[in-house]
């Protein structure tokens, strides 16, 4: 199984910038894929990004240009960097992988809060 770990979730003012690290330990060699999803209070979880092995990516209309999603595979790795934030940014934010037999795999989530 996979085990993920994200970190760098914290508070920022509205306009600046932060970057999500997750690292993914076990059997992440399988993975085809990885991504952020994200939960405000009150909504349902979204999709934010994801990224394929062979770095195929996709992003929600609501980030696009604002955030960037990549990964290194050596380190089994993917990071969000996110810039403009927005109040309405302010979510639990969630790794994901996804194994070659569609099993999705989720890390515990990282709180980013964007206020003045």
């Known amino acids: 199984q996979v085990q993920l770990v994200e970190s760098g979730g914290g508070l920022v003012q509205p306009g600046g910038s932060l970057r999500l690290s997750c690292g993914a330990s076990g059997n992440s060699e399988s993975s085809k894929g990885m991504g952020w999803y994200r939960q405000a209070p009150g909504k349902q979880r979204e999709l934010v990004a994801a990224i394929t092995h062979g770095g195929r990516i996709n992003y929600a209309d609501t980030v696009k240009g604002r955030f960037t999603i990549s990964r290194d595979n050596a380190k089994n790795t993917v990071y969000l960097q996110m810039s403009g934030l927005k109040p309405e940014d302010t979510a639990d934010y969630y790794c994901?992988?996804?194994?070659?037999?569609?099993?999705?795999?989720w890390g515990k989530g990282t709180l980013v809060t964007v206020s003045s």
């Open positions: 994901t992988s996804v194994d070659d037999y569609g099993m999705l795999y």
